[in-house]
């Protein structure tokens, strides 16, 4: 668990704005635990109707990164993610299979040791009519230092393919895409312990930070999109915790880190 310096930010707050550039505002090793689910850069179109979901409840402004800019993007952010960790952090990302060559190579390049790389497997995908449906996700499970960070054995045998279902939130308004609260818990049972700090860089609709409230853990979020960020504070209602403008400058961080 560290010592609660955040620099500009407190503990259990959402921010709005963009993650590459708010994220340069952390201490060096602020952050116990990253979880997060960064765009895919692929044609995703968030109103339309797959998953069985109206339309109309999924709420708009999802903002995706091009694919020309994927590589580049993808590397600033994980080379500041390696610099705001811990020394015994860690950090699970997930990925679609489209550009998991990207994610594989910007893991590497920023220093992370792959401990495992899990699949998700989920239980319906798209349909399609010329190629297998894709029905889960990868999440690479990395670390700052392979010999020194968190890691409860809550099971016996601990498996890296994981079998959980999306969650249907009917006639409800959702963000377009979400992970489920199971999967989060699960995370955050091995690779956290009360107290800690959990980063969820791109928030989404705040399940992250939702999960890490009720276990116990403290949370900072980063979202671009406004209406997202209120979407995700309403889930976190009745706590009196509230979303804030960040300013985006760098800090250095000597040494630590490594370059992108």
Same mark, same amino acid.
């Given at each position: ?76 952010? *994980? ?11 860690? *950090? ?169």
């Amino acid at each position: 668990m560290n010592n609660l310096n955040l620099g500009p930010y407190q503990e259990d707050r959402i921010y709005l704005g963009d993650a590459t550039r708010l994220i340069q505002e952390l201490p060096c090793s602020s952050i116990d635990l990253i979880v997060t689910d960064p765009p895919f850069a692929i044609d995703f179109r968030a109103q339309r109707l797959n998953y069985n979901r109206t339309g109309s409840n999924v709420l708009e402004g999802y903002q995706e990164v091009s694919g020309e800019e994927y590589e580049l993007f993808t590397r600033e952010w *994980m080379s500041e993610a390696f610099r705001i960790l811990s020394p015994s952090g860690s *950090m699970y990302v997930f990925s679609g299979w489209n550009h998991l060559k990207d994610i594989l190579d910007g893991l590497d390049r920023a220093g992370f040791t792959t401990q495992n790389h899990l699949i998700w497997k989920y239980q319906f995908g798209v349909f399609t009519k010329k190629k297998y449906v894709t029905s889960h996700y990868h999440i690479l499970f990395v670390v700052k230092d392979r010999k020194r960070y968190t890691f409860n054995k809550v099971e016996h045998y601990p498996e890296d393919v994981w079998e959980i279902k999306r969650e249907y939130w009917k006639g409800r308004k959702k963000t377009p895409t979400k992970l489920p609260s199971e999967i989060v818990r699960k995370i955050l049972r091995f690779s956290s312990n009360p107290g800690d700090i959990v980063l969820d860089p791109f928030l989404g609709s705040g399940t992250v930070a939702v999960t890490a409230k009720e276990m116990g853990r403290h949370f900072i979020g980063f979202e671009v999109v406004g209406e997202y960020l209120s979407f995700a504070n309403d889930r976190l209602s009745g706590t009196g915790w509230n979303s804030y403008t960040a300013t985006d400058k760098g800090r250095d961080c000597g040494a630590t880190g490594h370059p992108v």
